[in-house]
C-alpha cells in the first residue's frame, strides 16, 4: 500500500510519522520505501547520513523534474530504503506548469514499476498543496492526514480534504484517505478540546491512536535516528507502535 | 519599516509572530498593517471576523494575480488594518511563472503607494520560499527569522538566509536580517541545547528575548484574538512585550 502523509499546515508532525512508520513497519521484517517530496528533506536528513554528498541527480528531484526512475538509497534502519529529496524541487511548481506531459503522474509514472518490490510506501509530504503533494497523492492508494492541536491546525483539515477529492475527482479515482491522526496531544485543554472537535467532526475517520507530545521524538532527530532505535520505550514509540497496530499494515 | 515573519520549516511561530507584534505596536498608538502573503490564511482568520464572507478580489490575491491595489480591510484591534489571504495564492508560483513583467515586485509595486499612512508593515509568509516568500522579501527593509527548538528548526536557517542572499543581491540591495527569534521555547534539555546551538552560530543575530512555550496562545488563536486581548498577563505576551522593547520600532 503507498501512503502519503499529509496537511498543508506546518510542523504538525508529517515527517515524524513518515519516519516512524516506515522505521516500525521496517522492524516488523517488512519492506519498506519512504519518498522525501518536501524539498525541506527534513527525513532525508535523518535517514541518509551521507546526505550531504548526494548530488540532485540521485534525488526525485531528477523524477519529478527530469522525468528519470526513482533514485533508491538504503539506510541504516533494516528493510527502509529511500528516495531522497532535494532543495531545489521548492522550484517544481515552476517547471511543472509549462510541462506537456502528465505533470500530476511523474512520480507515478516511475513508482509503478518499483512499488511491487515493497510491501508498503510512504510519502512525506511538504506543507503545500502544491504539483508536488498533488503527484504524492496521484501515486498513492491512500492519504493519512496529521492533526495537531490548536485552531489553524483544525482549519487546516477542510483544504487538504479538498485536494484530495480533486485528485481522486481528475486523477486517482481510487485513493482514500486512511484516516486523521492527532499528535502532540498534551495535558491542556487546548489539545483536549481539539480531539473532542475533531472526532465529533469526523468521528469515525479519527485513528483511536494519539500520540502523545514527547521529548524524546525531538532527542531521536538530533541523533538522526527513529524514535523505535533512540528509545523504543518512549511514551510516543508505543503510541506509534499500537498505531501500527491500528492500521494493520 | 516593513518587516517579512519568515521560516521555511512549518509551525515554528510565523503567524502568531505576525499577528502578536503587529497587536502590541497597535496599542502602543502606532499605525500598523498586516499583511498575510500565506494561503492558509491564518492571521486573516484570527483577526477579520468576516473573513468567509470576503471574496477573492479583496484579497491579496488580486494584487499578486491581477496587480491591483492592495485592499485593506480595519480589524479590531485599535490602529491595526490587515490585507487578508486567499487559498487561490496556493496557485501563485503556477501563475507567475509566465509573467512577463517584474513578478518578484508585484507585493512592492502595491504597497510602496500606501506604506507612508503606517508605521509598521508586517508581512505573514508561509512555510515555503516561492515567488510569495521572494515578494515579501522584495517589499522589506528586513526579514524576522523565526527558530523553534529542533534539529530540523535549526537546519531551516541556511536556506532562508540564502534565500534572503539572494533576493538582496537581486531585486532588493537594501534588504536586512533584523535578527533571530526563538520561540516555544521549554524546559527540556533539547530546547535549551536548541538555543544554545542557535546563540553559538548566530550569537548578535538572535534575539535576547525568547517566546517560552505558553498554551495561552493556543487559546487566544481559538478566540479569534491576539494574546494581549485575551490574557495580557500570560508569560508568552510579557514576552512577545519584550521583544517590542528589545526591538525598539
Ligand atoms: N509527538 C511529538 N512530540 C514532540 N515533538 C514532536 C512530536 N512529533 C513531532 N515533533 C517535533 O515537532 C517538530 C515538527 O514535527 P515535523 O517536522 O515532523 O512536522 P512536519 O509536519 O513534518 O513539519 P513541516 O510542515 O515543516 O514539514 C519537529 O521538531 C519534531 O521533532
Ligand atoms: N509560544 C507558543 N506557545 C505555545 N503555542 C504556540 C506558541 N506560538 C505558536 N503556538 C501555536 O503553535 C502552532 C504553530 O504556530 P503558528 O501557526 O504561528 O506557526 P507558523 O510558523 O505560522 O505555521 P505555518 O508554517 O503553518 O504557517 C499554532 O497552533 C500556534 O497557536
Ligand atoms: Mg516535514
Ligand atoms: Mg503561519
Given at each position: 500500500m503507498t501512503i502519503s502523509v499529509a496537511s498543508q499546515k506546518g510542523g504538525v508532525g508529517k515527517t515524524t510519522t513518515s519516519i516512524t512508520l516506515a522505521a516500525g513497519l521496517g522492524r516488523q521484517g517488512k519492506r519498506v520505501l519512504l519518498i522525501d517530496i518536501d524539498s525541506q528533506a527534513n527525513s532525508s536528513k535523518v535517514l541518509l547520513a551521507d546526505y550531504p554528498q548526494?548530488?540532485?541527480?540521485?534525488?526525485?528531484f531528477a523524477t519529478i523534474l527530469e522525468r528519470k526512475p526513482l533514485p533508491v538509497h538504503p539506510t541504516a534502519i533494516p528493510g527502509v530504503d529511500l528516495v531522497p529529496s532535494h532543495i531545489l524541487l521548492s522550484n517544481t511548481d515552476i517547471e511543472l506548469t509549462t510541462a506537456k506531459d502528465h505533470r500530476e503522474a511523474r512520480l507515478k509514472a516511475q513508482l509503478d514499476p518499483i512499488a511491487g518490490q515493497y510491501d508498503h510506501v510512504i510519502i512525506d509530504c511538504p506543507p503545500t498543496l502544491s504539483w508536488l503533494t498533488i503527484n504524492a497523492f496521484t501515486a498513492s492508494d491512500k492519504v493519512l492526514v496529521v492533526v495537531s492541536p490548536g485552531y489553524f491546525e483544525l482549519d487546516s483539515i477542510n483544504q487538504i480534504n479538498k485536494t484530495l477529492h480533486e485528485v481522486k475527482e481528475y486523477f486517482n479515482p481510487s485513493l482514500e484517505l486512511l484516516g486523521y491522526l492527532f499528535t502532540m496531544s498534551d495535558s491542556t485543554i487546548n489539545s483536549r478540546t481539539s480531539l473532542q472537535i475533531l472526532r465529533q467532526s469526523y468521528t469515525s475517520q479519527v485513528f483511536n491512536t494519539i500520540i502523545p507530545r514527547n521529548t524524546d521524538i525531538r532527542d531521536a532527530h538530533f541523533n538522526k535516528t527513529d524514535i523505535f532505535n533512540y528509545n523504543p520505550h518512549a511514551l510516543s514509540a508505543k503510541a506509534y507502535q499500537s498505531l501500527l497496530e491500528e492500521i494493520r499494515l
Open positions: 548526494i548530488s540532485k541527480d540521485n534525488t526525485i
